[in-house]
T-cell receptor, first 114, second 116 residues
Framework: DGGITQSPKYLFRKEGQNVTLSCEQN?????MYWYRQDPGQGLRLIYY???????QKGDIAEGYSVSREKKESFPLTVTSAQKNPTAFYLC?????????????FGPGTRLTVL | GENVEQHPSTLSVQEGDSAVIKCTYS??????FPWYKQELGKGPQLIID?????GEKKDQRIAVTLNKTAKHFSLHITETQPEDSAVYFC???????????????FGKGTHLIIQP
């Protein structure tokens, strides 16, 4: 089955630690995205990547970093510089060559800072 | 940048009745408007979308309308069923004719509750 996988489903982190969230897709999509979801806030864009080895900051990139070394993978690192990292993180992907932006989401990772 | 407002934040309807969720957007360049449904603990799933060259689109019990002049679009669900209970998000984006990806700007979501 084609789709997007995120791991782990739940993640706990101590303050001051960096943590990396995994996102893999086998849909052969060029574009990938990371969103953060907080209660009552909707989804906010952290980073996106249109193609391998390229990525752009979204609306709330501070305290986060990404890499896109492979088409299938777009890991997100939550650094110690992120002041309030506890949230639900969603990864998504979309076809690049078509001129619309239908996005397919993974199941999410819930990060809790202890 | 784009700003999307979504109302109401919570909507409770009787099973079998209709539900309407409304969104407004600020950027006149936005031309793609998807709606996502998110069930508890899961990622959002696209249920319907509309592009700015049409005013209405239907898919069985779900329909979306778009008023470009007023910059608002709405989701209509008829004959609601218990499985329609979820959080619904509207979003807006600009599609580029030459291809290209950009992040969607989402509304804050509507928690739809279907009362039995």
């Amino acid at each position: 089955d084609g789709g997007i996988t995120q791991s782990p489903k739940y993640l706990f982190r101590k303050e001051g630690q960096n943590v990396t969230l995994s996102c893999e897709q086998n849909l052969n999509h060029d574009a990938m995205y990371w969103y953060r979801q907080d209660p009552g806030q909707g989804l906010r864009l952290i980073y996106y990547s249109q193609i391998v080895n390229d990525f752009q900051k979204g609306d709330i990139a501070e305290g986060y970093s990404v890499s896109r070394e492979k088409k299938e993978s777009f890991p997100l690192t939550v650094t110690s510089a992120q002041k309030n990292p506890t949230a639900f993180y969603l990864c998504a992907s979309s076809i690049f060559y078509q001129s619309y932006n239908e996005q397919f989401f993974g199941p999410g990772t819930r990060l809790t800072v202890l | 940048g784009e700003n999307v407002e979504q109302h109401p934040s919570t909507l409770s309807v009787q099973e079998g009745d209709s539900a309407v969720i409304k969104c407004t957007y600020s950027d006149s360049a936005s031309n793609y408007f998807p709606w996502y449904k998110q069930e508890l603990g899961k990622g959002p799933q696209l249920i319907i979308d509309i592009r700015s060259n049409v005013g209405e689109k239907k898919d069985q019990r779900i329909a979306v309308t778009l008023n470009k002049t007023a910059k608002h679009f709405s989701l209509h669900i008829t004959e609601t069923q218990p499985e329609d209970s979820a959080v619904y998000f509207c979003a807006a984006s600009s599609m580029y004719s030459g291809g290209g990806a950009d992040g969607l700007t989402f509304g804050k979501g509507t928690h739809l509750i279907i009362q039995p």
